[in-house]
T-cell receptor, first 114, second 112 residues
């Protein structure tokens, strides 16, 4: 089965530092997402991205967050100035078309902000 | 606020047992429903989709009660490998899976 690939698997950073989480969605997919899961809590939607722009973002996705698809294969999430409460598992996901129900999730990046 | 509620468990059951989880959702306009499985510190993986009254796939049966706004997942003949957290997931808007609302999950532990 095709896979969504995320790197790194673990990222440790100091509060206030910038981090970039990387994702390679499945090659023919057109819709891309970031979700996050704080330890012990539910998976939460952050942002959806289609046709090189954000389709929707949640309240969590404030000005400190940005997404980019710089080269047609990578899909990145940048946190400009990390806070302690940004510590979470960040999942990238993709799907092929608007009628497709199935999201494929990557294995996640565990971000720890110290 | 559109929410998805689940009993967090854990449900501890012996191998071979039948176990059922319930999930309630608040958005009466929801048209599609999903059960995902999540192993510890791994990504969610789609287990089943439910669009009408129910769906069955081997040992797994999902049922939908629109009037009461709940979905259930039944697992028959539990295996050790079924131990995981089961997430009830509802799209925020009808059939559109662009924004999914996840429940907190129900943890299942199957013991020998």
């Amino acid at each position: 089965e095709p896979e969504v690939t995320q790197t790194p698997s673990h990222q440790v950073t100091q509060m206030g530092q910038e981090v970039i989480l990387r994702c390679v969605p499945i090659s023919n997919h057109l819709y891309f997402y970031w979700y996050r899961q704080i330890l012990g809590q539910k998976v939460e939607f952050l942002v959806s991205f289609y046709n090189n722009e954000i389709s929707e973002k949640s309240e969590i996705f404030d000005d400190q967050f940005s997404v980019e698809r710089p080269d047609g294969s990578n899909f990145t999430l940048k946190i400009r100035s990390t806070k302690l409460e940004d510590s979470a598992m960040y999942f990238c996901a993709s799907k092929s078309s608007t009628g497709d129900e199935k999201l494929f999730f990557g294995s996640g990046t565990q971000l720890s902000v110290l | 606020r559109k929410e998805v509620e689940q009993d967090p468990g854990p449900f501890n059951v012996p191998e071979g047992a039948t176990v059922a989880f319930n999930c309630t959702y608040s958005n009466s306009a929801s048209q599609s429903f999903f059960w995902y499985r999540q192993d510890c510190r791994k990504e969610p993986k789609l287990l089943m989709s439910v669009y009408s009254s129910g769906n069955e796939d081997g040992r797994f049966t999902a049922q939908l009660n629109r009037a009461s706004q709940y979905i259930s997942l039944l697992i028959r003949d539990s295996k050790l490998s079924d131990s995981a957290t089961y997430l009830c997931v509802v799209p925020e808007r009808g059939l559109d899976t662009d924004k999914l609302i996840f429940g907190t999950g129900t943890r299942l532990q199957v013991f020998p």
